[in-house]
């Protein structure tokens, strides 16, 4: 489970910017046992969402982005990165200082009984600073501080370490856990593991968990869970199904060489190849009554929101079943305020989401506001300053003088009582200007 994430110099976050999972005491009786996972080892109150808005351009996405770097980084720095390859981190360019200092990131979460603080800094040719803590009981312990090439690491919590340090097995652009994960250093493998389980998607390009979705309605089992969410939204399909491609039948638009490769690839290894989903709609007769069936295409014929909501629900039921983190950018779109509000209430849910899931995105859907689903801790706003600075901050840090819980949380953002809103007195002086543009 996700406790916190911190970003500092990345992309539009010039200064730190830290999205804390941590229920707050103001809202200790608001939605408390729907939002808020008890975790009893630690005494901790995580919540199950969290929700950010802001204007166009406020580093909503941006936010995102740092979290999928930081994920990607550890996953991937000793394997894809050589010696000399530039690592391609984007620090805060609108200032001459920042833009030639480090950027900074650090995961604080909960993983099987234990906590792990782990966080590194770097510029775009070396791993400036790297560390990791962990705290099993109560005492938080240093496993390893790295300050360039300079490792220190705990002697019998992190065996292994210094014949990894000795041998100079760590490259200045790698980082020391993802190498040490490589060589089956325990800790590390944990780590990266949780790294690997922690989920960033678009919501604007579903095309990549489309498959996955997919793939997925090929076991009848999570095929019938899938279309029952399907069936739930009310969008008119009674069955779906998995296609394969047909070796001879390509596309004709597909290049000659892939047309080749797939071929080859279906004749010698009995391969199969996922082409489109087929859904079923039911068909009538003049009296309206049922008669038969009828297929569609779900890439040909159902619309851009069916399709959104169809790739969602893999995701969405695989980090449900085991309890993982989801983040996406743009969640919403192309989906009816409607529906998007239903996968919500799954994550929020006390018993749908028994395994305590996360689900982490940004919207400008400022309806969800007014559906009672959120808390104040839950609900984060972006905005940038005339420095093209970006900041991040919670409605619970507003006084409960000036926020009360009762209140219409839609009404007063659009009113601007909560800032992160785009400042459109501009677009007034053009409509009142009798010249027009």
Same mark, same amino acid.
């Given at each position: *489970?996700?406790? !916190?994430?911190?970003?500092?110099?990345?992309?539009?976050?010039?200064?730190?910017?830290?999205?804390?999972?941590?229920?707050?005491?103001?809202?200790?009786?608001?939605?408390?046992?729907?939002?808020?996972? !008890?975790?009893?080892?630690?005494?901790?109150?995580?919540?199950?969402?969290?929700?950010?808005?802001?204007?166009?351009?406020?580093?909503?996405?941006?936010?995102?982005?740092?979290?999928?770097?930081?994920?990607?980084?550890?996953? +991937?720095?000793?394997?894809?990165?050589?010696?000399?390859?530039?690592?391609?981190?984007?620090?805060?360019?609108?200032?001459?200082?920042?833009?030639?200092?480090?950027?900074?990131?650090? *995961?604080?979460?909960?993983?099987?009984?234990?906590?792990?603080?782990?966080?590194?800094?770097?510029?775009?040719?070396? =791993?400036?600073?790297?560390?990791?803590?962990?705290?099993?009981?109560?005492?938080?312990?240093?496993?390893?501080?790295?300050?360039?090439?300079?490792?220190?690491?705990?002697?019998?919590?992190?065996?292994?370490?210094? *014949?990894?340090?000795? !041998?100079?097995?760590?490259?200045?652009?790698?980082?020391?856990?993802?190498?040490?994960?490589?060589?089956?250093?325990?800790?590390?493998?944990?780590? =990266?593991?949780?790294?690997?389980?922690?989920?960033?998607?678009?919501?604007?390009?579903?095309?990549?968990?489309?498959?996955?979705? *997919?793939?997925?309605?090929?076991?009848?089992?999570?095929?019938?869970?899938?279309?029952?969410?399907?069936?739930?939204?009310?969008?008119?399909?009674?069955?779906?199904?998995?296609?394969?491609?047909?070796?001879?039948?390509?596309?004709?638009?597909?290049?000659?060489?892939?047309?080749?490769? =797939?071929?080859?690839?279906?004749?010698?290894?009995?391969?199969?190849?996922?082409?489109? =989903?087929?859904?079923?709609?039911?068909?009538?007769?003049?009296?309206?009554?049922?008669?038969?069936?009828?297929?569609?295409?779900?890439?040909?014929?159902?619309?851009?929101?069916?399709?959104?909501?169809?790739?969602?629900?893999?995701?969405?039921?695989?980090?449900?079943?085991?309890?993982?983190?989801?983040?996406?950018?743009?969640?919403?779109?192309?989906?009816?305020?409607?529906?998007?509000?239903?996968?919500?209430?799954?994550?929020?849910?006390?018993?749908?989401?028994?395994?305590?899931?996360?689900?982490?995105?940004?919207?400008?859907?400022?309806?969800?506001?007014?559906?009672?689903?959120?808390?104040?801790?839950?609900?984060?706003?972006?905005?940038?300053? +005339?420095?093209?600075?970006?900041?991040?901050?919670?409605?619970?840090?507003?006084?409960?003088?000036?926020?009360?819980?009762?209140?219409?949380?839609?009404?007063?953002?659009?009113?601007?009582?909560?800032?992160?809103?785009?400042?459109?007195?501009?677009?007034?002086?053009?409509?009142?200007?009798?010249?027009?543009?």
């Amino acid at each position: *489970m996700l406790i !916190q994430f911190s970003v500092r110099n990345f992309k539009t976050f010039k200064d730190e910017a830290v999205l804390n999972m941590t229920a707050s005491n103001y809202d200790k009786t608001d939605r408390e046992d729907e939002n808020v996972i !008890q975790e009893d080892t630690f005494k901790l109150r995580l919540l199950k969402s969290a929700v950010i808005y802001g204007p166009n351009a406020s580093g909503k996405s941006r936010f995102l982005d740092a979290m999928m770097f930081m994920r990607d980084f550890v996953i +991937r720095s000793a394997k894809d990165w050589q010696t000399g390859d530039i690592i391609p981190v984007d620090p805060f360019r609108l200032n001459i200082i920042s833009r030639n200092e480090g950027s900074e990131f650090e *995961m604080i979460f909960y993983e099987k009984g234990e906590l792990f603080r782990y966080g590194f800094e770097l510029n775009s040719e070396v =791993v400036i600073a790297e560390w990791l803590y962990n705290r099993p009981k109560t005492k938080e312990i240093e496993i390893f501080y790295r300050n360039y090439q300079d490792i220190e690491f705990h002697k019998t919590r992190y065996k292994g370490a210094k *014949m990894l340090v000795d !041998q100079g097995m760590v490259r200045e652009n790698a980082l020391f856990l993802s190498v040490a994960a490589q060589f089956n250093l325990e800790i590390s493998k944990r780590i =990266v593991k949780w790294f690997k389980k922690l989920q960033v998607i678009s919501g604007l390009k579903e095309e990549g968990y489309h498959f996955y979705t *997919m793939t997925k309605t090929q076991d009848s089992e999570t095929k019938n869970r899938i279309l029952d969410l399907v069936q739930r939204a009310d969008l008119g399909i009674a069955d779906i199904s998995a296609k394969s491609m047909d070796a001879n039948s390509l596309p004709e638009d597909m290049p000659e060489k892939l047309k080749e490769m =797939v071929r080859k690839k279906i004749r010698e290894e009995d391969a199969e190849f996922l082409s489109d =989903v087929e859904t079923t709609h039911k068909t009538f007769d003049d009296e309206r009554n049922p008669v038969d069936a009828i297929s569609f295409s779900m890439d040909n014929d159902e619309s851009s929101g069916t399709k959104k909501f169809f790739a969602l629900t893999g995701p969405i039921l695989d980090v449900l079943d085991k309890g993982l983190i989801l983040a996406v950018d743009e969640f919403d779109s192309k989906l009816h305020p409607n529906l998007a509000c239903k996968l919500i209430e799954l994550f929020n849910s006390k018993t749908f989401n028994k395994n305590n899931a996360q689900l982490i995105f940004n919207t400008h859907n400022t309806n969800l506001l007014k559906s009672d689903l959120f808390r104040r801790d839950q609900i984060w706003f972006t905005e940038k300053n +005339r420095y093209g600075e970006a900041r991040l901050y919670s409605l619970a840090d507003f006084k409960t003088a000036k926020v009360r819980k009762e209140e219409n949380y839609e009404e007063k953002y659009i009113q601007g009582k909560y800032g992160a809103v785009p400042y459109t007195e501009y677009f007034d002086d053009l409509l009142n200007n009798t010249n027009g543009m």
